[in-house]
C-alpha cells in the first residue's frame, strides 16, 4: 500500500516562509518522479512543481518560480518543498502526488498516488 504523508502546513503572514515536507512508504521512492498540487478555495487543482528521480529535472509554475524550491533526499525518503515571500495568493491545500511514469509531468491526471494534503494560509 502507497502511503504519502505531507507535513508542515500551517498559517504564516504575508512576505512569509513555510516548508512542507513529503515521506512516502510502500513506494519505491528514490527511482520515482515527485510533485506537489495545491488546490484553492473555489479553483481546480494545480501543478506547483515537480521533480526527477534524481533531481536532474525540477519544474516549477510561473506563479510560483523564484519563491519555491523543491529538493529531495532519497537517502531519508523526503521531498521538501520551501515556499517563501508568500502571498495570499499561495492560500491552498497542498498535495504531494507520485506516478509510475519515468518523467515529471505537469498533469495532474497521470499522478496515481496522493497524500491527504496539507492546508497553507497566509494572512494579509
Known amino acids: 500500500q502507497v502511503t504519502l504523508v505531507e507535513s508542515g502546513g500551517g498559517l504564516v503572514q504575508a512576505g512569509g516562509s513555510l516548508r512542507l515536507s513529503c515521506t512516502p512508504s510502500g513506494w519505491t521512492f528514490s527511482m520515482s518522479p515527485m510533485a506537489w498540487f495545491r488546490q484553492a478555495p473555489g479553483k481546480e487543482r494545480e501543478f506547483v512543481s515537480g521533480?526527477?528521480?534524481?533531481?536532474?529535472?525540477?519544474l516549477y509554475a510561473d506563479s510560483v518560480k523564484g519563491r519555491f524550491t523543491l529538493s529531495r533526499d532519497n537517502a531519508r525518503n523526503t521531498v521538501t518543498l520551501q515556499m517563501s515571500s508568500l502571498t495570499p495568493e499561495d492560500t491552498a491545500v497542498y498535495y504531494c502526488?507520485?506516478?509510475?511514469?519515468?518523467?515529471?509531468?505537469?498533469?495532474?491526471?497521470?499522478?496515481?498516488?496522493w497524500g491527504q494534503g496539507t492546508q497553507v494560509t497566509v494572512s494579509s
Open positions: 502526488a507520485t506516478h509510475e511514469l519515468a518523467y515529471v509531468s505537469l498533469q495532474e491526471a497521470d499522478y496515481k498516488y
Open positions: 521533480i526527477s528521480w534524481d533531481s536532474g529535472t525540477i
